[in-house]
T-cell receptor, first 118, second 112 residues
Framework: DTEVTQTPKHLVMGMTNKKSLKCEQHMGHRAMYWYKQKAKKPPELMFV?????LSINESVPSRFSPECPNSSLLNLHLHALQPEDSALYLCASSQDRGWGQGARYEQFFGPGTRLTVL | GDSVTQMEGPVTLSEEAFLTINCTYTATGYPSLFWYVQYPGEGLQLLLK?????DKGSNKGFEATYRKETTSFHLEKGSVQVSDSAVYFCALLKTSYDKVIFGPGTSLSVIP
């Protein structure tokens, strides 16, 4: 299984709602990532989890709250979002992170969740 | 800082035309280089990769060679198809960081 899956595919929410995005991989990868992609732009890194611990938070507002309950799952909890948070949210995973060379750091992306905040 | 530059397009080609999308990078050390493709309404797929100088990545008729002397990783395909219409992102990954650094993306439209 060389796939990263994300649910839901589409999500529409109001500014007062609480919702969650889910990401799953069964490749045994120990690093997982959340990216945000606005239309016609490249993805921007939000969070990195390594061995189920948050290792990077790219100064993301607290209305986005990541969670990594186990090595295969990554959630992104959403609360009190703004319309400008509407975007495609991509999850990715890689075998490892660290200090050597090699293709094991390549990141595999999921299909994304398209979020619309009304 | 590290960065990736690529032609932004949009690029419009006729079917069976030759494709080149230029990509150059700025980075210290020895990054790995990637091309990702994003079809309309979908996530990113890894198209090809190269991890050291002079490596050639290839997949689905696409090729790119890691040229350290010119800091380039240009994407080529000899004969494009309508199904190749997508946005192509050149990217680098510094092995000491987790952040994939993407270029701005190049939108390709192939017309019959």
């Amino acid at each position: 299984d060389t796939e990263v899956t994300q649910t839901p595919k589409h999500l529409v929410m109001g500014m007062t709602n609480k919702k969650s995005l889910k990401c799953e991989q069964h490749m045994g990868h120990r690093a997982m990532y959340w990216y945000k992609q606005k239309a016609k732009k490249p993805p921007e890194l939000m969070f990195v989890y390594s061995y189920e611990k948050l290792s990077i938070n790219e100064s993301v507002p607290s209305r986005f709250s990541p969670e990594c309950p186990n090595s295969s799952l990554l959630n992104l909890h959403l609360h009190a979002l703004q319309p400008e948070d509407s975007a495609l949210y991509l999850c990715a995973s890689s075998q490892d992170r660290g200090w050597g060379q090699g293709a094991r750091y390549e990141q595999f992306f999921g299909p994304g969740t398209r979020l619309t905040v009304l | 800082g590290d960065s990736v530059t690529q032609m932004e397009g949009p690029v419009t080609l006729s079917e069976e035309a030759f494709l080149t999308i230029n990509c150059t990078y700025t980075a210290t050390g020895y990054p790995s280089l990637f091309w990702y493709v994003q079809y309309p309404g979908e996530g990113l797929q890894l198209l090809l990769k190269a991890t050291k100088a002079d490596d050639k990545g290839s997949n689905k008729g696409f090729e790119a060679t890691y040229r350290k002397e010119t800091t380039s990783f240009h994407l080529e395909k000899g004969s494009v198809q309508v199904s190749d219409s997508a946005v192509y992102f050149c990217a680098l990954l510094k092995t000491s960081y987790d952040k994939v650094i993407f270029g701005p993306g190049t939108s390709l439209s192939v017309i019959p």
